[in-house]
Structures are given as structure tokens and as C-alpha cells.
């Protein structure tokens, strides 16, 4: 018998899984020095020893909360701004340089003037906030603006009251905007997040602990706090998705 | 409340299509508008739902519409019960909903996403919308597009029986089919 479809993708990412993590033994073994390159063994071993600590929980949850946190603001701030944006077109004139701006500047010098400004420990909320914030507001401008023009005539001639307008023509419109914005901002927000973490060193962080890997060139745990990172961002990527379909439906 | 139209002008770039033309639909009044297409019957319409501000001209205010569009203009995705409870009542009417449905459309189709109907379904559910609303004046614009003759018997009659004493007004090209029916012809 043939094995179901939706089988035989599971093993055929099981295989690819298996055949990269050949590759990444193979490449340390030629290495062959752990200090430079650690082996996927020696990062699950270097991991088993990070799990049991309480130095291990506190990063994650301090990342993690202050990701989720400047994520969240931007999502919120940036939907409030990008509606009003779309209803006051002089808004949308005002602040478009800015925006521009917040998004063409390298996330390095954010990080670096936010720490100067604000210390290290609101830094990653403010850079998550920051790479989040324009890709909303946009998400959500051009998603109001491909509302389709008939039911809002027909909203009008009705008489339909505002809040049920927006839940009903506005939201459905924006929605698929917003999900794809939000999909590359969870991303980048861990990426700029943990980056402003390794460069400002903010108590309890994962970025912290990162830094203090390399200091001590331990390649092994460095690697494991890589795979937690991609495991968290991955998982909370999947959460926020999920939510907003769950909303957007 | 009557309905007047006064010193209606109106035009297209150098097409004229109202001058100084006065209307008064009576409230409670059943009137039908045909002219060949271009004539400006969906504009007519247009400017008494206030989505076209004419030229020149008054007309009464105040006045609640609900009305049948040339396009079908069905929220995406919803059922036709939800279709009705999106211009009126919330989900304690569904019932009802439904069974003001069932008077135009068959039961088995009234909870699927409209996409999934027909195109005269569709047409059917734009319809009983326009009926179902709370207005003073229905305006209905070609609504017997795509409805076969059977079908647009049956629809005229659940017009006639939906109305309950409001204005109606609804434009058509097939006035030929309606020729029994108690309507009151316009011209422009």
C-alpha cells in the first residue's frame, strides 16, 4: 500500500532534516576543532547543560517578554496610526518622511542610539517596536485602501453603523495585509531584538548570554542558544499567526 | 413622505442626461423606470441613494433607502442569512432571516457562502436584502438581470409581498414581462 500523502512529506522532512544534520557533522568533523565549529552533538550536550539552569529560563523569558511586548505595541500602535493615517490624509502626508526614515536606517544605529537614550533595559522592546511599527502601519494603509469600493457604497446607502462596517468590509480586506506583515515582522523582530541584546547586554537576556559565549568562546553554547532562538521565534511565529486567522475568519 | 425631485440637471462631461426634470414619487407609490440603456437610469437612482451629487437640482431629504445595486454586492464569504443580518438584527433574527429567505431562495442554500450560489441566487439574496432592510423607499436597479421568466415571476411576487406599503422604484429593460403587474411607468 501506498503511504498517504501528507506521510510521505513527513519523511521526505525527516530525510532532509537527517541529511543537513550529516552535512553540519560532517563540516565539524573536517573542522575538527570545537572551540571554532561545534558538532550538533556537542550543541545537544552543550543545550542539556543550558535547560536545567535557571540562568537558561530567565534569558528566555526576558527575551521572549520583551519581544512580545514591543511586537505587541507595534501591531497595536500601528493599526490605531494606520487607520487614522487612512482617514486623515494629512497624517499620512506628516508622517511619511518619518517613516521612510525608520525604515531605510540600519537596525545598528537604532540600537546603538536607543542604548544611548534609553539604557539597556527597555532596548529590546523599543528596537523590536521599531521594525514592527512601519511595516504595520503600511500593511495596513494599502489593506484599508483595496476596500472594495461597492459594499462601502452600499454601507452608506444602508445606513450601517460604522463598528459593524469596519468588522465586516474593512477587516476582511485588511486582514490578508496584515497576516503578511505580520509573518516577516515576527521574524525580523527576533532578529533585531536579539541583535540589540548582544550589542546593549541587557540583564536576564538571550542576546546577554550570547555575548557571554563568545567571550568565552564557547561555540557550543552559542549554537544552542541559536536553535532556542529559532525554536522560540518559530513557535511564536506560529502562535500570533494562528491568533489572527482565528480573529480574521 | 413623498419623494420630489425638482430642476434635476445632470452631466457626463458634454453629455447631458437630466435637464430641469422634476419627478414626485408619491409615498407608497409602485413606479417602474425604463429607457434605453445610457438614458440615465442608474443615474437617476444613484443620486437619490445621495452616492452622485447632481449638477443642479433639489431633492427631499431624509428619506431611508435600501436598494438593489446593478451589481450584486454580497459581502464575500458570508451566507445569505448572513447577508440579510448585516443590514438589519443581529443573531437573535437569524431565524427570521431565514425564513424571509425561504420565500425566494431553496432552504438547502441559505446557510452556504454565497460565492457557492448561482448567479441568479445571488441576484435573488441582493434582492430580499434590499427588502429586508428597515427604509422608506426601495430602489432596485435592473434586479431581474440573469432570472429566468419563471424565477422572475415568483421574484416579482415576493417583491410585491415584501414591500409592506414602502415606495418602491426599480428600473428594468423587460418591462414587457411585467405588463400584469400594478406598476406605475416612468420615463425619462
Sequence with gaps: ?249 | MDIQIKDLSHRFGEKVIFEHYDLTLQEGGLYGLTAPSGRGKTTLLRILMGLLTPDAGTISQGIRYSAVFQTDRLLPGCSAVDQLLFVRGGKKDREAAARFLSGLLPENSLYQPVGELSGGMQRRVAIARALWAESDCVLMDEPFTGLDEATLRQTVDFILAKRQGRTLLLSTHQKELLTDCPFEWLRI
Design chain 1, 1 to 249: 500500500m501506498k503511504p498517504a500523502k501528507s506521510q510521505r512529506r513527513y519523511l521526505r522532512g525527516l530525510l532532509v532534516t537527517l541529511f543537513w544534520l550529516g552535512v553540519w557533522q560532517a563540516v565539524s568533523m573536517l573542522v575538527a576543532k570545537p572551540v571554532l565549529f561545534a558538532s550538533p552533538l556537542d550543541t545537544v550536550r552543550a543545550l542539556r547543560t543550558l535547560v536545567p539552569t535557571g540562568v537558561f529560563w530567565s534569558a528566555i523569558l526576558g527575551s521572549l517578554g520583551r519581544i512580545a511586548l514591543g511586537f505587541s505595541l507595534a501591531l497595536v500602535l500601528g493599526l490605531l496610526v494606520g487607520v487614522a493615517a487612512f482617514r486623515f490624509s494629512l497624517l499620512r502626508t506628516l508622517l511619511s518622511p518619518l517613516l521612510t526614515m525608520v525604515k531605510t536606517v540600519p537596525v545598528a544605529s537604532f540600537i546603538i542610539l536607543v542604548l544611548v537614550w534609553f539604557g539597556s533595559s527597555s532596548l529590546t522592546v523599543i528596537v523590536a517596536m521599531l521594525i514592527v511599527f512601519p511595516q504595520i502601519y503600511f500593511a495596513t494603509l494599502s489593506g484599508l485602501g483595496s476596500t472594495n469600493r461597492e459594499l462601502q457604497e452600499l454601507a452608506k446607502v444602508f445606513r450601517i453603523p460604522a463598528l459593524r462596517v469596519a468588522w465586516q468590509i474593512y477587516r476582511p480586506a485588511m486582514w490578508p495585509y496584515l497576516t503578511g506583515a505580520c509573518a516577516s515582522a515576527l521574524g525580523m523582530s527576533w532578529k533585531a531584538g536579539i541583535a540589540a541584546e548582544v550589542i546593549g547586554n541587557p540583564a536576564n537576556s538571550i542576546g546577554e548570554q550570547m555575548y557571554l559565549s563568545k567571550i568565552y568562546m564557547d561555540t557550543a553554547e552559542l549554537f544552542a542558544w541559536t536553535l532556542t532562538v529559532i525554536l522560540l521565534s518559530t513557535v511564536f511565529e506560529k502562535a500570533v499567526l494562528w491568533l489572527l486567522r482565528r480573529v480574521g475568519k
